[in-house]
């Protein structure tokens, strides 16, 4: 792990009208690029590189705050320039940022297309290094009223039990689910068993009159929508 240097390049070295901080104060968060917004947690970059020029590197690197977001503690930590401190600052605010966006109960999301699902989920779930199986709980109008996360590790459909899949969903009266895991490898191809998964709960969906919309396989950055491609729908 590379330690500072005592000639780092703070953000004062910027001119007054470029220093980020400057900037946020005068004009507000919203105008500061995502590489600016970092290098105020960063305060400091390196010789010949500023903060700005450090945050940037980070968004290129893990491609942009999403990868960063999925990257592992080491793995940002293990950057030029980026210590423990550092990249326990830059997981906190991406970890506050999340959780804002969800805080407010009131504003259900509501899903109309395999997009909508990747867009509410994948910032949580590509970051975790495990496989997990969620079950997304919907209204008759497609608002989201429940997320249950049911499995942990491989979906080998013999250890799954679709009693459990769909216990939250009649608990909450839900009219609709949507099977959603991930991929830890990044390829979110869907696998034999994703298939034989999918088809045993839409079967069981159909008796317990609980439409399962689809089931949408997640990797880094990318998803596979079995209900687009038809598998395991039918």
């Known amino acids: 792990m590379v330690k500072e240097s005592p000639a780092t390049y703070r953000i004062t070295d910027l001119a007054s009208t470029d220093r980020p901080r400057e900037r946020l104060y005068t004009l507000g968060s919203g105008v500061l690029s995502n590489s600016e917004l970092l290098a105020i947690l960063l305060r400091t970059g390196l010789p010949g590189e500023n903060a700005v020029q450090v945050g940037l590197r980070l968004l290129q690197v893990f491609g942009g705050l ?12 293990g950057q030029r320039g980026v210590g423990p401190a550092k990249a326990a600052q830059i997981k906190a605010a991406l970890e506050l940022g999340y959780r804002f966006q969800r805080e407010n109960p009131q504003e259900k999301p509501v899903i109309h297309t395999p997009k909508d699902v990747f867009n509410l989920v994948e910032f949580e779930i590509s970051g975790l290094d495990h496989e997990e199986l969620w079950v997304l709980d919907l209204d008759t109008r497609n608002h989201l009223t429940a997320t249950n996360k049911i499995y ?22 839900a009219a609709s689910i949507v099977l959603v895991h991930n991929h830890p490898s990044g390829d979110p191809s869907p696998s034999g068993e994703d298939v034989n998964l999918t088809r045993t709960v839409v ?13 949408i396989v997640i990797g880094k950055g990318r998803f596979v929508s079995l209900k687009e491609r038809g598998l395991g729908f039918s």
């Open 66 to 77: 999403r990868g960063l977001h999925a990257a592992s503690f080491s793995e940002v930590c």
């Open 203 to 215: 079967q069981s969906g159909k008796m317990l009159d609980i439409e399962v919309l689809d089931h």
């Open 152 to 173: 942990k590790g491989s979906l080998n459909t013999s250890m799954v039990r679709v009693g459990e899949l769909f216990k939250p969903a009649i608990q909450h009266s």
